[in-house]
Structures are given as C-alpha cells and as structure tokens.
C-alpha cells in the first residue's frame, strides 16, 4: 500500500514516544458546503490503541465511496478508544464565521471525550491551528494532509463525514426539494438550482449564498 494514499502510524508513534499517553486527532468535514453544519470529528487514541491493526484499507473519507466509509464506520468506532463529532450549524457559521464555527464543534466534540490534558496531545489536519483557546490546554501538533497520512485523523474523518452525511439525510426529509440526501449540502448545479427556486432554507449559510451562488441572500 503506498503511503501517499493510505495512512500510517509513523507520526502517531512519534508523538507517543515523546511521553504523550493519549492523542485527540481531529478532522473536518463540511467546511465547503453552503448547507447543514460543519462537523468535527475527534479520536482518542493510546499506544495500546496501535497494538491492534486498524480497519483494512482506512484512508481519509474523502478517497473512501460512500459505501466503503459506511461498511468501516463501526470497525472504526470500535479500533479507537474514544471518538466524538461536534458540530456548528449552519446558523453559528452566518453569525461568526467559519473558522470560529469549527472551533466550537471541535469544542463540542473534545467535552465529550475523558482524558488527563498534561499527558495529552491534538493532532490537527490542516496548516494552521485554527483551535485557538479552544485547545484545552493540551499542545497542539498541525499536520497538513494527516487526514492522508496518520491513522487518527483518517478515522476522525470518517467518523465525522457518516455522522454528517446521515445529519443530511435526516434534513432532506424536513426541508424537501433541496436535495440534501445526495449533494449532503454542497453546491452542486442540482442545489444551486434548488436555491434559486424555492430560496435558502434555515439550513443554508445565507452569508456565503451571493459569493458562491451569484444570487441574493435576502
């Protein structure tokens, strides 16, 4: 398996070889969609956790079918210790941002999860530690494309993106004709059109709608 599309446990095993006992990875999913919230999912994971292999073919969700990330949903949930999604509705997102919004699902995510934050670390997808105060205490560690390359984070997005996606499922039956079960809140042609018919609904991020559709929010 290459290491460019399927994760290892390299940075995970440097991180515990430090002397870090537990490890919260975190990922995102929803960060582009102009419907439904954003999501955050966190894993916990111990060095006892890389004693047992994770799921066969684990990779970020994003290279996963949708099938492949609802068949290895549980296998995941059961191979970490602990895991947690937090989310920010779209609502949250209009009123402060995006990268404020992702920082109070990741909140909302980390207050479910127990560990001791001196002996623990978070691992955060990305370039940049869009945490803020919000990292508990506990020493961050951005990795750009850990969703590709470490264990932790690839199951964080997986976990994160079937909690969301199943979010949508559930909205499409509240808020019919926008097509949310398939697009799950992206602006593909079929919702942009939908916006433009019936107007945004309570679930669409009315700030982004006149820079990314061209239509008016109001």
Known sequence: MSSKTYPTSELESQ?????????????EVGRGAIAGPVAVGVTLTTPATFDNPWPAKLRDSKLMSEKQREDYFQLIADWVEQWAVGMSSAEEIDKIGITKA??????????????????????????????GNRSYGVAVAVR?????????????????KVTRDHLMVELAKDFPGYGFEGHKGYASGAHIEAVRRLRPSVQHRVTWLDRILGIESK
């Open 144 to 160: 750009p494309k850990a969703d590709r390359d470490c264990a932790s984070v690839a199951a964080a997005s997986v976990l994160a």
């Open 15 to 27: 991180i515990f070889g430090s002397g870090i006992k537990q490890l919260l990875a975190i990922d």
């Open 102 to 131: 992702l920082a109070l699902a990741a909140e909302r995510a980390i207050e479910q999860l127990t560990f001791d934050p001196a002996t623990t670390r978070i691992l955060l997808d990305g370039s940049h530690n869009w945490l």
